[in-house]
């Protein structure tokens, strides 16, 4: 069995390693070629450009980056055309995967798009995109297949394979072993995200709130991870006498140290929630980015755990609210009181036991499923 694969980022390269390691299982022979990052690589895949040359985010980092990009899906398209995998996975990256999508399918290789693209968040016009590149969706949250299904999309729910590789019950004592924390201290994770503009434009606030965080509660610490890359970029960031300590990714043992944390909307807010860890959602981009995408969402959420709970469980500080002191206000509240922390803490284990319910097989199953129909 041989599959074609691309994962644009961190958080992608994260679920294709996780898918890759159901899809062995069902083909222990199996060969895996494309774009991918370290987790996928440890699963036996073959990348053939580092993942990271599709760490983009929003309109203006593309339209910089267009030319390299638009080099590097023609030049993945002829190879796998050449090397005609059984089907093509496009994880998540949909921007640079439908276009990619589009052209095999013509081509005659089955392809599946695994994460389906937030159409009940915002952009409802790109149904029409999946339609025409993806021959099925594989489903994070339960809600989607049926909204794919209206519009005549195969789609499948598999569950989201971080809640089945997440446990239950985070390990805090064993993280903080392992970081080099102390049991008894309040630690505070700070995930400002794996991309270069969310460091220029998170990083910063969320820093100047742990220092206010800092000098409100003396004995707070704080642990950040860092993607690979970017230590140089974040370092300078760093205010002066801040107690904080930079991991080198490690972002999963960050959470399950931490009391709570400050993080980037995105895949973290889930990851979040499922080491059910009270949070404070940070969200800014650069201003022509903000121009164009507001007003374009259909929902009043942006965290993950807020969609799936339909309500604000956490608070979210989007654009000009993302302030370091509307952060530090935000955080300090969870930590001053400890009844809303176990009150929400037992609304995400909720959630965690939503998502979890085997993803690999459930996804590997389509994929055979979709394999077997060609």
């Given amino acids: 069995m041989k599959l074609g694969l691309v994962a644009g980022e961190a958080s992608g390269d994260l679920l294709g390693g996780l898918l890759l390691a159901g899809l062995r299982e069902r083909w222990p022979a199996l060969r895996s070629e494309g774009i991918g990052g370290p987790k996928m690589i440890a699963q036996g895949f073959e990348?053939?450009?580092?993942?990271?040359?599709?760490?983009?985010?929003?309109?203006?980092?593309?339209?910089?980056?267009?030319?390299?990009?638009?080099?590097?899906?023609?030049?993945?398209?002829?190879?796998?055309?050449?090397?005609?995998?059984?089907?093509?996975?496009?994880?998540?990256?949909?921007?640079?995967?439908?276009?990619?999508?589009?052209?095999?399918?013509?081509?005659?290789?089955?392809?599946?798009?695994?994460?389906?693209?937030?159409?009940?968040?915002?952009?409802?016009?790109?149904?029409?995109?999946?339609?025409?590149?993806?021959?099925?969706?594989?489903?994070?949250?339960?809600?989607?297949?049926?909204?794919?299904?209206?519009?005549?999309?195969g789609a499948s729910y598999v569950g989201h394979p971080l809640a089945d590789a997440i446990p239950l019950e985070p390990p805090q004592a064993a993280a903080r072993a392992a970081i080099g924390l102390a049991e008894n201290e309040t630690v505070v994770a700070l995930l400002p995200g794996s991309r270069r503009s969310e460091i220029k434009y998170i990083a910063p606030p969320m820093l100047g709130a742990a220092l206010l965080m800092q000098q409100a509660r003396p004995g707070l610490c704080f642990v950040m991870p860092v993607a690979p890359g970017l230590r140089e970029m974040l370092a300078p960031l760093v205010p002066a006498g801040l107690n904080l300590t930079l991991l080198d990714g490690r972002s999963h043992e960050a959470l399950a140290a931490c009391d709570m944390t400050l993080v980037a909307s995105g895949t973290a807010t889930l990851e979040a929630a499922l080491f059910k860890r009270p949070m404070v959602i940070a969200y800014k981009v650069n201003a022509l980015n903000w121009w164009r995408m507001k007003g374009k969402n259909y929902q009043p959420w942006v965290g993950l755990p807020n969609v799936l709970a339909r309500e604000f469980l956490v608070p979210e500080l989007i654009q000009d609210q993302c302030t370091a002191e509307n952060l530090a206000r935000e955080g300090l509240a969870w930590l001053d009181d400890p009844a809303r922390c176990t009150a929400v803490q037992a609304r995400f284990a909720e959630q965690h036991q939503l998502l979890r319910c085997n993803t690999a097989q459930r996804a590997s199953d389509a994929i055979a499923q979709v394999i077997g129909s060609a």
């Avoid at 450009?49 to 760490?55: A, E, G, I, R, T």
């Avoid at 590097?72 to 995998?85: E, F, S, V």
């Fill in 47 to 153: 990348t053939w450009w580092p993942h990271s040359k599709l760490s983009i985010f929003g309109y203006v980092d593309a339209l910089l980056n267009i030319r390299e990009l638009l080099a590097i899906r023609k030049q993945l398209g002829d190879r796998l055309l050449a090397d005609k995998p059984a089907a093509f996975i496009g994880i998540d990256a949909p921007d640079f995967n439908f276009g990619l999508e589009e052209r095999l399918k013509q081509q005659g290789i089955k392809t599946i798009h695994f994460v389906c693209p937030s159409i009940w968040a915002w952009r409802a016009e790109r149904v029409e995109k999946i339609k025409r590149s993806a021959d099925h969706v594989l489903c994070l949250f339960p809600f989607e297949p049926e909204l794919l299904h209206a519009h005549g999309i």
